[in-house]
């Protein structure tokens, strides 16, 4: 059974940072590209960043650029996401998802990700 799980969220002031996790068990870590989105109250699910196990990288929200970074760390089965200069606009739930290695660029829409976290909410105070 496949499972991920995001750890690493909470509350944290604007300006602040916080790094999450995404713990992958029941797969094989290095054939999956691991991606990152975010959901906000009333909103659409959207796409961060992802990556391939051999480093391929995409990225999305403009507003994330400079401020996240994705990596990964196959032997731990993990992911990370660290985010920087919070903002509150950056609050939401926070999901990791894997998507079998079945082309070269990590995908960034939402159903072409095979399995998903249960989700790590993010709170940034004004």
């Known amino acids: 059974q496949v499972q991920l799980v995001e750890s690493g969220g909470g509350l944290v002031q604007t300006g602040g940072s916080l790094r999450l996790s995404c713990a992958a068990t029941?797969?094989?870590?290095?054939?999956?590209?691991v991606g990152w989105f975010r959901q906000a109250p009333g909103k659409e699910r959207e796409f961060i960043a992802a990556l391939r196990w051999n480093g391929d990288l995409r990225v999305g929200v403009d507003s994330a650029k400079g401020r996240f970074t994705i990596s990964r760390d196959n032997a731990k089965n993990t992911a990370y996401l660290q985010m920087n200069s919070l903002k509150p606009e950056d609050t939401g739930v926070y999901y990791c998802?894997?998507?079998?290695?079945?082309?070269?660029?990590?995908?960034?829409?939402?159903?072409?990700?095979?399995?998903w976290g249960q989700g790590t909410q993010v709170t940034v105070s004004s």
């Open positions: 029941g797969l094989t870590f290095s054939n999956y590209r």
């Open positions: 998802a894997a998507s079998y290695d079945r082309s070269r660029y990590p995908p960034s829409v939402v159903s072409e990700y095979d399995y």
